[in-house]
């Protein structure tokens, strides 16, 4: 994500807030630095891009987009099962389901003893 914000304008690469493709990043094989990257971060061995079409691609984002929203609902029901008991059913009726007793939006509370 830090790349993609600070990739400068590169051939064939616009921001996606200025129009560009939301997800693409131009490679970064070569130019991070003082060449110290020498693979793309994404299929740095050129095994997968080179027999993929534009259909393959499509369906490969669509996919990431809804796992992507699968995990985020997963998150937040294990959130709201361990700080509400009984709001997500499914997970109440197992035996030992850990409870969290602090404040899931503060996790920390100010008790940073783990960094002191």
Known sequence: ESYGEGAGEPEGYTHYMKGGKPGYYPPIAGRAGFGQVGLNLWDPFQLISKNRSAADN???????????RAAMIGLMGFLSASSVPGSVPFLAGI???PKYSGNVMIPFEGDFTLFG
Request: proline fraction near 0%.
């Open 58 to 68: 499509a369906r490969g984002l669509k996919s990431e987009i809804l796992n992507g």
């Open 95 to 97: 035996e030992g389901f």
